[in-house]
């Protein structure tokens, strides 16, 4: 049934959208995170998004397809009184950018929304039609 | 007679279900608005409404090779879709105008809902009209 379809994808779309708020607050989250003994600090994660064939030509949802790691290095800074300092005295922060985390996680609350908002109005539609031919 | 009673209501259904499917269409522009790559598409309502109504449109070039073009503006894939012409290039190919597709959206909704009352004011007058003069 083809109204049916608009939960698939925007569903599809709102279910990726959590993932990248999801991996957004794990990076947010681990923003100061400091360099174990091991010397490595905590990596910025991303998601990659794709798009996924749902049947019908006109229906395309949207998948994760892979959450690639940052490859940057990590913010060293000099901090020779910090338990976790290696012998010259710089501590390894992990590499988030909180800037970009922070546009990321608007850039995905508002996607989200948008496609919350297609599902309520293809909602009203079908409850519409479902009345046809009664009033 | 009866074919005569359910012909309206035919061209609206053609019409209904062709709202039914650019309302998809256009959820899929949205749900992909954040996808690499992803072109936007669009679709040619009234051409569409034409071909279903009349069978193939009046003044349509006809196709009897395949090296033939088909005489439709702007570029198509296999499914007679349009690609959505876009505003500004953006750095990861991603050609989804989110004003624009909405503004669409809200266009398709409303049509959708003045279709779905069209057929029911017809159904309406159907009835009255069945009615004997006695029924009120």
Redesign the interface.
Known sequence: MSMFKIFDVSGSAASAQTQRLNVVATNVANADTVAGPDGKSFKAHHVVFQTVPMGEPTSQGVQVVNVVESSQEGRKVHQPQHPQADAEGYVTYSNVDPIGEMVDMISASRSYQNNIEVMNTAKSLLLKTLQMGQS | MQNRLTQALDFQSQA??LR??R???I??N???????G?QA?E?DFAKALRQATQGAGEGALAVTHPAHQTGQLGAT???G?LYARFSQDSLDRNTVD?DRE?AS?TDN?VK??AT?RF??GS??SMLDAMKSANQG
């Open positions: 209904l279900v039914a499917e309302q998809r269409l959820a899929s949205i749900a992909n608005a954040d996808t690499p992803y598409r679709m894939d296999a499914d879709l989110m909405r959206f909704t959708y809902e779905l057929i029911n159904v309406r």
